[in-house]
């Protein structure tokens, strides 16, 4: 089993900054793959970034060159730095990680661009 808590989302303007990360606790060297997914309301849960145990990231477009995941030395927790956030990145995020048995979700934490 894995467990994940996620913090730092928040209210932000347009053009702003926010990081989010997760701490994963539990049977973490098992975990292949960390990263976000996101849902914004009406929409279904989509992919936002994801790094892979051996450092590998994946992005979706809309957030490429504007958000950046990595994740410690000891691979427990992971961040998301998110910039220039737009009124279309609010959403409620959701941790991740994976491994060969199951996927393991994190809470979530609300993330609103708004001026």
């Known amino acids: 089993q894995v467990q994940l808590v996620e913090s730092g989302g928040g209210l932000v303007q347009p053009g702003g900054s926010l990081r989010l990360s997760c701490a994963a606790s539990g049977n973490i060297f098992s975990i292949s793959v960390m990263g976000w997914y996101r849902q914004a309301p009406g929409k279904r849960r989509e992919l936002v970034a994801s790094i892979t145990s051996g450092g590998m990231t994946n992005y979706q477009d809309s957030v490429k060159g504007r958000f950046t995941i990595s994740s410690n030395n000891t691979k427990n927790t992971v961040y998301l730095q998110m910039n220039s956030l737009k009124f279309e990145d609010t959403a409620v995020y959701y941790c991740?990680?994976?491994?060969?048995?199951?996927?393991?979700w994190g809470q979530g934490t609300q993330v609103t661009v708004s001026s």
């Open positions: 991740y990680a994976g491994n060969s048995a199951a996927d393991y």
